[in-house]
C-alpha cells in the first residue's frame, strides 16, 4: 500500500470526488469534525470514497454546525480492490463490530455473513456493518473500502457456489482437522497457483456434523486447522486471516 500521512484525519465521503470539487459535509460529518475532532476553519483533512483516490481537501467552516470540504489535490491513487471473500456465521454487537473491523485491516475485499445451525445471532444489522467497515478504512487508510453482502443460510451459498463464484476456493477453517499446521494445505493452493480465494469462519458452537460432511465433501472447499486450540469467533477471524494472507494472499 502507497505511503499515507498518518497525522491527518480522514473521512469517507459518498461522493463522485474529483478536482477543484466542493462538497457540503452532511449535519454527522459537520459535527464529527468541527465539535469532536476541533478542527477549523482552513484546516485539512484527507477524504476518499472508495473509486477516486484519497484527497486533500480544506475545510470551509460555517460557525460551528455547518462546513464544506473543498478538494485541493489527489494524494493517492485508487488501488485495486481486494479480492478475498470473508465468510462468517455473525456474532453478538460488540465482538461482531471487532470482527467486521479486524476483517476490513486484514485486508478482507468482501464481507458476507453466512447462518449456520449453531449460529447464535439470528438478525444482522447490515448498516452497523458497513459503518464498522467505513471506521475501519478510515483508521487504516484503506482505499478500497470491502463490499458488505447480504446474509444467507450456509447451505444455500454453497448450493449456487460453482455458478456464483466460478474458480473460487473456500478455505474452510475447519477445528476437527487432522493436523494443527494449516500451511500444509496453504502450499498446495499457492504450488497450484493464484486463484481467487474465500475464507469461511464458523460460529461459536462451531459447525453442526452434517455441515462439516457437506463442506469436506465438496470439490471446491479446502480444509484448513487453526492450531492445537479452540479458539474464540473473532480470535479465528484474525488468525485465519493473518496465516492466509501471508502465505497465499497479498502479504507475499
Not at 461482531?96 to 438478525?123: F, I
Not at 465438496?218 to 484474525?238: C, E, H, K, M, Q
Request: glycine residues 6%.
Amino acid at each position: 500500500m502507497a505511503k499515507y500521512e498518518f497525522n491527518m484525519q480522514r473521512l469517507f465521503l459518498r461522493h463522485i470526488l474529483a478536482d477543484g470539487a466542493r462538497i457540503e459535509a452532511d449535519r454527522g460529518q459537520a459535527n464529527y469534525l468541527l465539535n469532536v475532532l476541533r478542527l477549523k476553519d482552513g484546516d485539512y483533512v484527507q477524504v476518499f470514497n472508495g473509486s477516486d483516490g484519497e484527497w486533500l481537501a480544506k475545510i470551509a467552516a460555517s460557525g460551528r454546525r455547518e462546513c464544506a470540504l473543498q478538494l485541493m489535490e489527489r494524494t493517492r491513487d485508487q488501488t485495486v480492490p481486494n479480492d478475498l471473500m470473508y465468510m462468517f456465521a455473525p456474532l453478538k454487537h460488540a465482538r461482531l463490530d471487532y470482527m467486521v473491523q479486524k476483517a476490513v485491516e486484514m485486508g478482507a475485499g468482501s464481507l458476507k455473513p453466512v447462518m449456520t445451525q449453531h449460529t447464535q445471532a439470528s438478525r444482522v444489522n447490515l448498516e452497523r456493518m458497513e459503518a464498522n467497515v467505513i471506521e475501519a478504512a478510515e483508521q487504516c487508510g484503506v482505499l478500497s473500502v470491502p463490499e458488505v453482502l447480504a446474509p444467507q443460510p450456509l447451505n444455500d451459498v454453497l448450493d449456487v457456489w460453482s455458478e456464483a463464484q466460478p474458480g473460487r476456493r473456500l478455505l474452510f477453517c475447519d477445528e476437527s482437522e487432522g493436523t494443527n499446521n494449516p500451511l500444509l494445505t496453504l502450499a498446495q493452493l499457492k504450488e497450484a497457483g493464484p486463484q481467487p480465494l474465500a475464507v469461511l469462519i464458523g460460529p461459536e458452537g462451531g459447525f453442526s456434523e452434517e455441515e462439516r460432511a457437506r463442506l469436506r465433501s465438496l470439490d471446491f472447499v479446502s480444509p484448513i486447522p487453526l492450531g492445537p486450540r479452540i479458539l474464540r469467533a473473532d480470535t479465528a477471524a484474525v488468525a485465519a486471516l493473518t496465516v492466509i494472507q501471508a502465505t497465499v494472499g497479498d502479504w507475499r
